[in-house]
């Protein structure tokens, strides 16, 4: 090396249990300060096609043959591997993410470990359907399912939250008994290259789990849902990716799996615990600046409470401690790239120009040292917009909510509803029976009532509208990555 210049790692691609580089590379950029800490070499499409030839042969030798009690015992193995090297996993997502030190190791890289656990027991415990059937000579039919692998699974992840997204898919789909080929988001490449480290220490045969690197459209992702070879889709991502992906499977009619935008509503009665719901509140606004699929950008709040919780939101938005990843006091980390930020202070922009008050933040913090070439934006607090206004209409991804006032419990619902987004909404009452009647009114796929993102993983999770197809989360994760056989014997 020479002198002055810092040796760069290389992030490969993983196929058939080796580490291979690609032709090309692409920069892999610390979001906390702008500087490089990694190459990522691009998988082309004939290493697309590798990887997916590599799970086909995995597939078809010992995992796709083994038993479930098998299989499970090596997904408890992955999430031991997991938490042996959980200090890795943790630096990496804080460096490639720029998400507090405290997030990545109380959230990201414990619900990764829990991931793999959660669906060991569950394909470990989970029965199937049987009926006796009658028939009209009285000879009866018995009719049972049997869960079988797809095969491949194709999945493709975002940057938010991008070990305990991917491991959400792959636990399940290898639980299931099928072979993967991955494609993170090219802004957080690290951890799923982490995990096959993990993977191949603890023994998993190659070909099982395969990674590849690249972008979207034109490159491995594409490459990727384009395959022939490929027996079902998963995807977390932008509702308008999720479009396009669409589009590009739908010439092979494979099954799908979606998990994409949101622009969703928290709304606050005034007999709320007020405390508690500010508390909960700052969290859903606020976890990992603004950037979980499940935030809250539209806070309803009754009148009568109204003022008292801006002022009291804006108090603890502008306490947050925004500073360094590696602060463990950190509460408030910088956005994923200088794009993303760009567009989230188009949007502070827009706000304005469509009319709103500004309560709080709006721009850029100062740090006075190289946190300065991060890409930080100040939580931010709106009111006063119109319900048309493109702010309180489109996903922005960002620290940043609009709160407006509500009178009635009709009025919240129908402004909570009108979206053609349907992830998530909260719902802030000690009154139980309206929290009830409120939580089934809402045209969402989860619904929390006095608290957010508290999950239990055998839960339905997905969305409605332009929030994604299908459901995943215990059950339903078993379903889309299994095909049901019913067979149905005459008696
Ligand atoms: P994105 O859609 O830009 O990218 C996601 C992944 O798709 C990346 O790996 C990207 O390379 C790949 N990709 C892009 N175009 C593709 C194409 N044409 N074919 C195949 N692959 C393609 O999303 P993002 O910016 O990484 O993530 C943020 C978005 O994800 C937000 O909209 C957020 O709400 C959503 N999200 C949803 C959930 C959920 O569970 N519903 C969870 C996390 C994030
Ligand atoms: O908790 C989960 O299982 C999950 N899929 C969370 C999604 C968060 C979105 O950013």
Redesign the pocket.
Known sequence: MRRGLRQVKLIQNYIDGKFVPGKRQFADVNPADGSVIAQVTEADRDMVDAAVQAARKAYRGEWGRWGIRERAAWLYKIADAIEARFDCFVAAEVADTGKPVALASRLDVPRAAANFRVFADLIKTTGLESFQTETPDGKNALNYAVRKPLGVVGI??????PLL?LTWKVAPALACGNTVAV?????TPATATLLAEAMQHAGIPDGVYNVVHG???NSA??F??QHPDVNAVT?????Q?GA??MK?VAASVKPVSF????KNAAIVFADCDFEETVSGIGEAVFLNSGQV?LCAERVYVERVIFDRFVEVLKCKAESLHIGSPLDKTTELGPLISAQHREKVLSYYRLAREEGAVSVSGGGIPEFGNSLDNGFYVQPTIYTGLKESARCVKE?I?GPVCHIAPFDTEEEAVHMANDTKYG?AASIWTTNLKRGHRVAQQMNVGITWVNCWFLRDLRTPFG?AGL??IGREGGLHSLNFYSELNNICIRL
């Open positions: 493709i992840t975002p940057w938010n939250l997204l494609k993170p988001s090219e802004e972008f979207g459209p992702g594409e990727l849902t995807f977390t991502g932008e509702s990716t396009a992906i590009t998990e994409l935008g949101g699929c996903e991804f992830l969305g929030s994604g």
